[in-house]
């Protein structure tokens, strides 16, 4: 696929309120395979937490695109990602989601690597009459070629010539930042991990996120529930609310908003919670007094985070993240945790885990609904027609690029901020996401053509 092929995948047009997206976007391999190229091992990608590898010598496995990659902490304690896979033949090194190795033995040919990557036996080397060439190679594991720790939060990219992790993250790191920071020592990952796969486009659960406007067509047999469990209970009453400089956010003033960062990131958000319910709510006065009224506020508002291209924080019915990857065009396997503030109370860390297990995941309320509606949808693009989505028009007439003034309480500056009421349900953030995968697409093809050429991208 060249690049004016490429280009003509979206359609952005502002002045006119137009934002549409080729159908061949979700279930072209053409697109898929400059996606891998140019989005997944170019770019910063999520590869897990420093609390899934706390001890020297610790590992655990994940991927970076298509490149499996093992994350190890070494024997004086520091992390460090690599290629999972043996330099000798390219034979996969780890099996395991995770374990402990001080060293590791290649098991087709016997190989072996300490926690830091680096080789510790070529077997029978003495008898096997190498050339220099080999004995000047290098056999160590080969790491990612750039590897970045932000509070615990782990990041790898294939391309050495990525801007910084920091960077990359921008104000992005502030919806972090609200995470990491409901505990003086961080989050931490509950023991325990869920993997399926759904047969759609990897962007349906990319937009997913963002998208409050399907929560009460889609998941209305939860809030059916809901409200059924709130009724045995003889609960009622309007939602309650985090107290701010002594003024409630009110129910009856809700607000939805959203913000798109640079470099594809978004925070979709709400201020309606119920404080009945919150996992945090006996750590209050402790937030508001270390990390101040306002951002204790926001920890507690309803927020869905966007770490482009493959990392989703969901901190809304509990406490979630999802790393997405994408195995093909119309195949993605996601891979779930649930996280909570570190020394958080026995009776906190059940009601969050109770809840995560509500909600999400295969075996929960809302996740099943979510991936057959994907799957209705990839079904959908199967159509020949050249007719193209409606799915990024709300709230195009009130995004504005200036900061509003919950951005500027966090002390952000998005690229686009959106308020309104909880029945806005803005689509525009998607659009931030979609500009940026686009220019690495159409820049992606031009350097693959270059290449094909013999000159320089």
């Known amino acids: 696929m060249n690049a004016s092929d490429v280009a003509t995948l979206l359609e952005d047009s502002p002045e006119w309120g137009i934002f549409r997206i080729d159908r061949r976007a979700f279930e072209d391999p053409e697109v898929f395979e400059l996606e891998m190229q140019h989005v997944f091992e170019a770019n910063w990608v999520f590869l897990g937490h420093a609390s899934q590898a706390p001890k020297p010598n610790d590992y655990f496995t994940t991927w970076l695109g298509r490149a499996p990659v093992v994350v190890m902490r070494d024997m004086e304690g520091r992390l460090n990602a690599f290629i999972n896979s043996c330099p000798h033949k390219r034979a996969t090194l780890f099996h395991s989601a995770s374990g402990n190795a001080r060293v590791k033995v290649c098991r087709y040919h016997g190989w072996a690597f300490d926690s830091s990557g680096r080789n510790k036996l070529v077997k029978a080397r003495e008898a096997g009459a190498y050339a220099e060439a080999f004995n000047q190679a290098d056999h160590n594991l080969q790491a990612v070629a750039r590897f970045g720790n932000y509070r615990g939060m782990l990041f790898g990219t294939l391309n050495p010539k990525a801007i910084d992790l920091e960077e990359y993250l921008g104000d992005a790191r502030t919806m972090l930042d609200l995470m990491i920071d409901q505990s003086p020592d961080g989050i931490e990952l509950v023991p325990g991990v869920v993997k399926y796969t759904f047969e759609g486009n990897w962007k349906f659960q990319l937009e997913n996120c963002s998208d409050g406007y399907h929560f009460t067509s889609t998941h209305s047999s939860f809030l059916g529930l809901v409200e059924q469990r709130a009724r045995n209970a003889k609960q009622t009453g309007g939602v309650k609310t985090v107290w701010h400089n002594n003024r409630p956010w009110e129910s009856s003033d809700a607000k939805l908003g959203t913000f798109s960062f640079e470099h594809g990131h978004s925070l979709l958000w709400s201020s309606q919670v119920n404080l009945d319910n919150h996992p945090l709510i006996g750590r209050l006065q402790e937030l508001q007094e270390r990390v101040g009224s306002d951002r204790a506020k926001w920890m507690f508002a309803n927020r869905s985070s966007t770490i482009f291209p493959n990392l989703q924080i969901a901190e809304n019915a509990a406490s979630q993240l999802r790393v997405m990857r994408p195995i093909s065009a119309t195949r993605t396997e996601m891979t779930t945790y649930c996280f909570g503030p570190v020394g958080e109370s026995r009776e906190a860390r059940a009601q969050r885990i109770r809840q995560y297990e509500d909600f999400f995941n295969p075996s929960g309320l809302a996740t099943p609904d ?67 995968w686009h220019r690495h697409l159409v820049e992606g093809a031009r350097r693959n053509a270059a290449a094909c050429k013999g000159e320089q991208a």
């Open 370 to 436: 979510d991936t057959v509606a994907y799957e209705d949808c990839q079904l959908g693009y199967s159509a020949p027609t050249r007719q193209r989505q409606l799915g990024y028009m709300r709230g195009g007439t009130v995004t504005s690029a200036e900061p509003n003034a919950h951005a500027r309480e966090l002390g952000i500056r998005p690229v686009a901020s959106v308020e309104g009421a909880i029945e806005l349900y803005d689509e525009t953030l998607m659009r931030t996401s979609y500009r940026v």
